[in-house]
């Protein structure tokens, strides 16, 4: 294998990576905002107001996007697979 194999295979990683991980962060960052725009609407600066509802909302996303997670990992795990066989 030579050195453009390796970077490719790099750069797939990393895209899997954003493509697994991506929504979740999302889903994250998009509640955490919009609590910090409530508390900042509010005047009401309690600190458990934001962890409670951020672990209820990334929970269900990752039970939404489970299946997708699981696929697209699967199918990269295969590509990997199958250029190993490919080398020997």
Known sequence: MNDVGV?????EAFWVILQTGGPILIAGLVIGLLI???QALTSIQEMTLVFVPKII?????LMVMLP????NMVA?????FDKIIALG
């Open 76 to 80: 990269f795990g295969e590509t990997i």
């Open 68 to 71: 997708y997670m699981i696929n």
């Open 7 to 11: 970077i490719e295979i790099g750069r």
């Open 36 to 38: 910090a725009l409530f």
């Open 57 to 61: 909302v990334i929970f269900f996303a």
